[in-house]
T-cell receptor, first 113, second 113 residues
Framework: KAGVTQTPRYLIKTRGQQVTLSCSPISGHRSVSWYQQTPGQGLQFLFEYFSETQRNKGNFPGRFSGRQFSNSRSEMNVSTLELGDSALYLC????????????FGSGTRLTVV | DQQVKQNSPSLSVQEGRISILNCDYTNSMFDYFLWYKKYPAEGPTFLISISSIKDKNEDGRFTVFLNKSAKHLSLHIVPSQPGDSAVYFCAASRIGSGDKLTFGTGTRLAVRP
């Protein structure tokens, strides 16, 4: 079966711009979570969506937002980009919201210049 | 506040020997622990997990040990193989908290032929 698909794989944006990242979960998975990976910080939880509802949120500023569509695909948006937002953004899907059922995508590498 | 810590950023081991990766946590509410392996340009892949009601879980060459009193877990890989060279993340969750994992910062394992 197809895995978790994240698009685009790479992105370069300028400070102050906004960006939208996309995540298509494994077919049948209803939960999508987003993580930010930066050197020295590991993976940090952004938010989780389950059946189109945000169920859990990490400690990120309001510039980071997301949504989930009825087909479980999810998008993440970052507005007013800062240099510190440069990171690998990973999404993970699971069938029923159990963290041990995660499958990660390959990520979107965002570079802010 | 880093609730999950991997204090060794890197580890080098000879092929065929044991690799021991360590992880400490501070939040006593965590009750489920996972190890993920990550190759460059790929998302993390699930390796092995352990519930807080156990102190050991084994899967082939991989064994995870949990010491709840010390809030410490370790991943043993025996025997180590060059293909095991990757970054290893430990993660923790609290059952009932939804799809939210708290990750450590990772340990880069290099297995020398």
């Amino acid at each position: 079966k197809a895995g978790v698909t994240q698009t685009p794989r790479y992105l370069i944006k300028t400070r102050g711009q906004q960006v939208t990242l996309s995540c298509s979960p494994i077919s049948g998975h209803r939960s999508v979570s987003w993580y930010q990976q930066t050197p020295g910080q590991g993976l940090q939880f952004l938010f989780e969506y389950f059946s189109e509802t945000q169920r859990n949120k990490g400690n990120f500023p309001g510039r980071f937002s997301g949504r989930q569509f009825s087909n479980s695909r999810s998008e993440m948006n970052v507005s007013t980009l800062e240099l510190g937002d440069s990171a690998l953004y990973l999404c993970a899907s699971s069938l029923d919201g159990r963290s041990y059922g995660y499958t990660f995508g390959s990520g979107t590498r965002l570079t802010v210049v | 506040d880093q609730q999950v810590k991997q204090n060794s950023p890197s580890l080098s081991v000879q092929e065929g020997r044991i690799s021991i990766l360590n992880c400490d946590y501070t939040n006593s509410m965590f009750d489920y622990f996972l190890w993920y392996k990550k190759y460059p340009a790929e998302g993390p892949t699930f390796l092995i997990s352990i519930s807080s009601i156990k102190d050991k879980n084994e899967d082939g060459r991989f064994t995870v040990f949990l010491n709840k009193s010390a809030k410490h877990l370790s991943l043993h890989i025996v025997p180590s193989q060059p293909g095991d060279s990757a970054v290893y993340f430990c993660a923790a969750s609290r059952i009932g908290s939804g799809d939210k994992l708290t990750f450590g910062t990772g340990t880069r394992l290099a297995v020398r032929p």
